[in-house]
């Protein structure tokens, strides 16, 4: 091979090199730019149950009172949280667009204080952005000392543009520990 035959194939190596390492680059961005992007597209269309984290403004569209919803309360706490929770109330029914309100119970069964952080899920997951929330205690971390416990309120409605197919909603709620998140 000549010595312009070589330095072709160098460059061509190194073109091909750069291009890899470079895609590689772009890959590794991607995946971090997923959570961000999912959690965008779960907001707007609704999936997977994720609700909205702010909370909603008061309906003023009247009642539907010719129809009839079911929403179902469900609770658990993550693995390692030494906490009592659960719905004072573990069903409901309500009329698109009535406003209803519903507490929580927790207890920290633990020595110690603890933030817990309840995160909610809605199912079918296509009913999250009918579900609206006026206020929620998923909207703030919930501190308490070792041994105490609250009431925790939910104010929320159903909106009426819910599709008529739903006749059931399911609202769960996950307690996380985030004390360690929170304190440094």
């Not at 296509?126 to 006026?134: C, D, E, L, P, V």
């Not at 939910?154 to 739903?166: I, N, R, S, T």
Request: negative net charge.
């Amino acid at each position: 091979m000549s010595t312009e035959q070589d330095q072709k194939l160098s460059n061509n190596k190194t073109k091909t090199v750069k291009k890899l390492v470079l895609v590689v680059f772009a890959m590794f961005g991607f995946g971090f730019a997923l959570v961000p992007l999912y959690d965008v597209f779960c907001d707007i269309t609704g999936l997977n149950g994720k609700t909205a984290t702010t909370a909603a403004s008061v309906n003023e569209d009247g009642i539907d009172e010719s129809r009839t919803i079911t929403v179902q309360f469900i609770s658990r706490t993550a693995k390692g949280i030494p906490w009592q929770f659960e719905p004072m109330i573990n069903e409901i029914t309500v009329h698109p667009g009535e406003m209803k309100l519903v507490k929580f119970y927790a207890k920290n069964e633990s020595v110690n204080d603890i933030i817990g952080q309840a995160v909610p899920s809605v199912s079918p997951g296509k009913a999250a952005i009918y579900f609206q929330k006026i206020e929620c205690f998923c909207f703030n971390s919930q501190p308490l000392k070792a041994q105490e416990d609250v009431e925790m309120a939910l104010q929320f409605y159903v909106d009426a543009e819910l599709p008529e197919e739903v006749k059931t909603i399911t609202l769960s709620y996950t307690l996380y520990d985030i004390t360690g998140s929170v304190e440094s």
